[in-house]
């Protein structure tokens, strides 16, 4: 499973009209071919090709195939505060680590973290916040918000 961790990506110039339009295609739909994104965009599909490499290899983007953690076997899902006491971002490579969390970040406001968990069920939540979240020794508090129902998730964003 290929992870993002924004400080292991290269500072790169912003995205010209192009790329930007090329990322949209590919939100549309991850496996559009490369002949059908060059039409669309006026480009040859192997530029196509070249420019999409060079945006995965440089952080701006990933392809990846989105499940529904339901469908999967995933049956809780929650967003866990955390406040600490140190250095944020080092808990927040602890944190990285764990395979339960999908989403991370440091952030300021009433928490210094933010991680998204996909757990089995709540036993296997609770395994996650009680054992090992909080057995880091920096990390001061936890406020678990359980999510009851997804309304909206989009991957449509960045690009206007």
Request: charged content about 30%; some cysteine.
């Amino acid at each position: 499973m290929a992870v993002m961790r924004s400080r292991d990506r290269a500072i790169t110039a912003p995205l010209d009209d192009v790329s930007k339009a090329i990322i949209e295609q590919l939100q549309q739909d991850g496996r559009r071919p490369y002949a059908a994104i060059g039409k669309a965009v006026g480009l040859s599909e192997a530029a196509v090709r070249q420019r999409v490499q060079r945006l995965q290899e440089s952080g701006v983007m990933q392809i990846v195939a989105v499940t529904d953690p339901l469908q999967v076997g995933f049956s809780r899902s929650a967003m866990i505060g955390i406040r600490v006491d140190g250095d944020a971002e080092a808990v927040a490579d602890t944190l990285a680590d764990m395979p339960e969390v999908d989403y991370l970040v440091v952030c300021a406001g009433s928490f210094d973290i933010l991680a998204e968990i996909v757990a089995e069920d709540d036993d296997h939540l609770l395994e996650v916040v009680n054992r090992r979240i909080r057995d880091i020794a920096e990390v001061r508090s936890t406020e678990t918000f359980v999510y009851l129902k997804l309304r909206k998730q989009i991957y449509t964003w960045g690009t206007r």
